[in-house]
């Protein structure tokens, strides 16, 4: 099998590539525009195998997209090429709207007569906005996004069903869950809380610290994602989650408590680190998802349990100082100014 993955560097698509190429012993392209979020690095299990190649290139160059796709003739594209971070597409919108919905339109083009059987366009459960203390976002869900992240990520999905309605594109969403595990940008909650109690820094949270997120490890969501790639039926959806929700407070105190451990200091040595900061606008209060269809139709379930892998996780940002460096990022969230915190977390 001949797999395109668009976006292959970054956090989720290097650990797919990385599935695909050394376990799986698929051919793959990867195509990354090797920005801040994607790095050479995270694909060193890949070098020196004959089956993958790395292209640096941009989804939005349109006609080199279209030119590789045509000449490499992929039997699947799993399109992953997306700017993710919402602080990031609060005080930059213009870039998200650039790759998120023009870069999927030219995926989308690129995919059409290259004979791709499968082509799997993975999304957000952002698109589905915020919920009540209740309930679950479904693949019927409304998408009301709230953010210009989110508003990006709902267009681009909107584009997926058109082209397969209008066109025939054998496309498949899927919209999962927060992800976690190793290679992740240090900007994000996890990475950037295990990086700031490893040093005895303040931790940020926004708000009260309440809202409710979905956790699925990265190899979980890559396990599904290869599911689609080799059975998904062109035309459906699917929501992936791992039925593990848990409020940003509790995610920041479980990380560091796994600090606290590998540290050998007592469990809640480092709850004083945590500080509450200004809310960012737009934030949804609560993701759920239902992955009742991929569990039905594949046998999904994820396999890690958040604790353990919050502590396998930590293990690994702690083991790969080297790699944080490299990725140039000093452990700041953006736009948060911590001498304006409202004090410590209780």
């Known amino acids: 099998m001949k797999i395109l993955v668009t976006g292959g560097a970054g956090f989720i698509g290097s650990a797919l590539v990385r599935h695909l190429v050394c376990d799986l012993q698929y051919e793959v392209c990867t195509v990354d525009k090797l920005t801040y979020a ?10 020196g195998h004959s089956n993958h190649r790395l292209v640096e290139l941009d989804v939005c160059e349109r006609d080199a997209l279209r030119a590789l796709c045509a000449d490499w003739r992929p039997d699947a594209i799993a399109h992953l090429a997306a700017e993710s971070h919402v602080d990031r597409s609060i005080d930059a919108p213009a870039e998200f709207l650039h790759t998120n919905v023009l870069g999927t339109f030219n995926v989308l083009e690129a995919a059409r007569g290259c004979g791709a059987t499968r082509v799997l366009h993975v999304s957000t459960d952002e698109v589905y906005g915020s919920l009540g203390e209740r309930g679950a976002f479904d693949e019927a869900s409304p998408r009301e996004p ?6 990006t990520k ?3 999905d909107h584009l997926a069903r058109a082209w397969h309605k209008t066109y025939g594109a054998p496309v498949i969403v899927s919209n999962c869950s927060n992800n976690y595990g190793p290679y992740q940008h240090p900007e994000k909650l996890i990475p950037l809380a295990i990086r700031r109690a490893l040093s005895d820094e303040p931790i940020p949270l926004y708000g009260d610290g309440q809202q409710v997120r979905d956790w699925l490890h990265v190899d979980d969501h890559v396990r599904a994602l290869t599911m689609l790639l080799e059975r998904g039926a062109p035309g459906s959806a699917y929501n992936i989650g791992a039925r593990t929700e848990r409020t940003n407070l509790e995610v920041a105190q479980t990380v560091l408590h796994a600090v606290a451990a590998r540290r050998g200091l007592a469990s809640d040595a480092l709850d004083h680190l945590l500080r509450f900061v200004a809310d960012r606008p737009g934030h949804d209060r609560r993701y759920a ?3 009742s269809r991929i569990e039905a139709d594949f046998g ?6 958040f604790d353990d892998g919050v502590r396998a996780t930590v293990d690994w940002y702690a083991d790969n100082a080297a790699w944080c460096e490299a990725v140039g ?3 700041e969230r953006l736009g948060l100014n911590l001498s304006a915190a409202s004090g410590a977390a209780r």
Request: net charge neutral; charged share 20%.
């Open 289 to 291: 998802i239902d992955p």
């Open 38 to 47: 994607g790095h050479r690095a995270n694909l060193s299990a890949c070098d």
């Open 154 to 156: 709902a267009a681009a």
């Open 146 to 151: 709230n953010s210009p992240y989110s508003a």
């Open 329 to 331: 990022y000093g452990g």
């Open 300 to 305: 999904f379930r994820a396999r890690h349990d």
